[in-house]
C-alpha cells in the first residue's frame, strides 16, 4: 500500500472512531447518563483499536523486508473491520437518538436496531 493510500486508510479509521466517540456521548446526553468512567472506558477500547492499527501497520512494514510472505495487506484488512465495527456502533447510537431512524427499513438488518423497534411496538400497545 502507499504511504497515500496508508494515510486515508488510517484517517478513514480515525474518522469512524471519532464519529462513535461523539455519537455515544450524545446518546448518553440524550438518555441522561453521561458517565466520566463509560467515556474512560470507551476511550480505553478506542486506543486499543489505534494500537491494533499500529501493530497491522508494523506487520506490513515486516511483512515487506523480511519477506514473511502474506499475501494480503494487513493493515487495509483490519482497518476495514475495525470501521464496520464502528460503524455498525455509530448507526446503534443514532437509532437510541432518534427512535425514528430504527423504524425505516433498511435498519432492521441491524439486530439492536430490530430489539428496540421490538420494544417500541410493544411500548406502543
Known amino acids: 500500500m502507499t504511504n497515500n493510500t496508508t494515510l486515508w486508510t488510517l484517517g478513514a479509521v480515525l474518522f469512524f472512531i471519532a464519529m462513535d466517540y461523539l455519537t455515544g456521548v ?3 446526553g440524550v438518555q441522561h447518563n453521561i458517565s466520566s468512567a463509560k467515556m474512560r472506558e470507551g476511550l480505553m477500547h478506542k486506543l486499543a483499536y489505534i494500537l491494533i492499527l499500529i501493530l497491522s501497520q508494523a506487520i506490513d512494514i515486516f511483512n515487506i523486508h ?3 510472505g502474506l499475501p494480503l495487506n494487513v ?4 482497518s476495514a473491520g475495525i470501521s464496520l465495527i464502528e460503524l455498525t456502533s455509530i448507526v446503534e447510537n443514532l437509532c437510541e437518538i432518534n427512535p425514528e431512524i430504527a423504524n425505516k427499513g433498511f435498519m432492521k438488518i441491524f439486530d439492536t436496531v430490530k430489539d428496540n423497534t421490538n420494544k417500541t411496538e410493544e411500548e406502543n400497545k
Request: charged fraction near 10%.
Open 26 to 28: 450524545l446518546k448518553a
Open 66 to 68: 523480511t519477506q514473511l
Open 75 to 78: 493493515l487495509a484488512v483490519t
